[in-house]
């Protein structure tokens, strides 16, 4: 059964650096999605995506983040300048025809900052 | 904004018994997803029921929905030690965004 995939499934890094985050979402699937999780909290949304551009995001989805889908697989989010308060689950989700259908996730990337 | 919230918050079930976790959300919705998560694991999708549905079944899981309410439910029937997780209901409105509750913890001994 094809599944949404996450790298890394870890990542520490220090205050300040950048981080990319990698999903490959499911292959014939059109909307993508970021949420994150922090430890002990509700899942939240940051931001969905389709079409090559983003349709929705929350206000946490700030400057500091991006994404992108630079080829025909791979959708990736950008933590520019990474803060202590960024330490959580995050997680990459795909649907087929819209989120009106089922969002399948990936098995996410915990990252911690330090 | 539109909010799903679980009860209980936790859960605690010998294995065959049945285990029932209730969502409430406040503003109108398009569809309502169910998920469960492993500790500290990614979130598996069980269900999605949509609005101008009422109940849906899945092997052992029955879901409701009562929109008059505002209110969904997830009934897990014969539960087993690996139905240990925990539970999260998820509202989507109109937009993209999936909106999730805190959860509810289900614990099931044997």
């Known amino acids: 059964e094809p599944e949404v995939t996450q790298t890394p499934s870890h990542q520490v890094t220090q205050m300040g650096q950048e981080v990319i985050l990698r999903c490959v979402p499911i292959?014939?699937?059109?909307?993508f999605y970021w949420y994150r999780q922090i430890l002990g909290q509700k899942v939240e949304f940051l931001v969905s995506?389709?079409?090559?551009?983003?349709?929705?995001k929350s206000e946490i989805f700030d400057d500091q983040f991006s994404v992108e889908r630079p080829d025909g697989s791979n959708f990736t989010l950008k933590i520019r300048s990474t803060k202590l308060e960024d330490s959580a689950m995050y997680f990459c989700?795909?649907?087929?025809?819209?989120?009106?259908?089922?969002?399948?996730f990936g098995p996410g990337t915990r990252l911690l900052v330090l | 904004s539109q909010q799903g919230e679980e009860d209980p918050q936790a859960l605690s079930i010998q294995e065959g018994e049945n285990a029932t976790m209730n969502c409430s959300y406040k503003?109108?919705?398009?569809?309502l997803q169910w998920y469960r998560q492993n500790s500290g694991r990614g979130l598996v999708h069980l269900i999605l029921?949509?609005?101008?549905?009422r109940e849906k079944h899945s092997g052992r899981l029955r879901v409701t929905l009562d929109t008059s309410k505002k209110s969904s439910s997830l009934l897990i029937t014969a539960s087993r030690a690996a139905d240990t997780a925990s539970y999260f209901c998820?509202?989507?409105?109109?937009?993209?965004?999936?909106?999730f509750g805190k959860g509810t913890t289900l614990s099931v001994s044997s």
């Open positions: 989700a795909s649907s087929g025809q819209g989120a009106q259908e089922t969002q399948y």
């Open positions: 995506f389709y079409n090559n551009e983003i349709s929705e």
């Open positions: 998820a509202t989507g409105q109109a937009g993209t965004a999936l909106i």
């Open positions: 292959s014939n699937h059109l909307y």
């Open positions: 503003t109108s919705i398009n569809n």
């Open positions: 029921i949509r609005s101008n549905e």
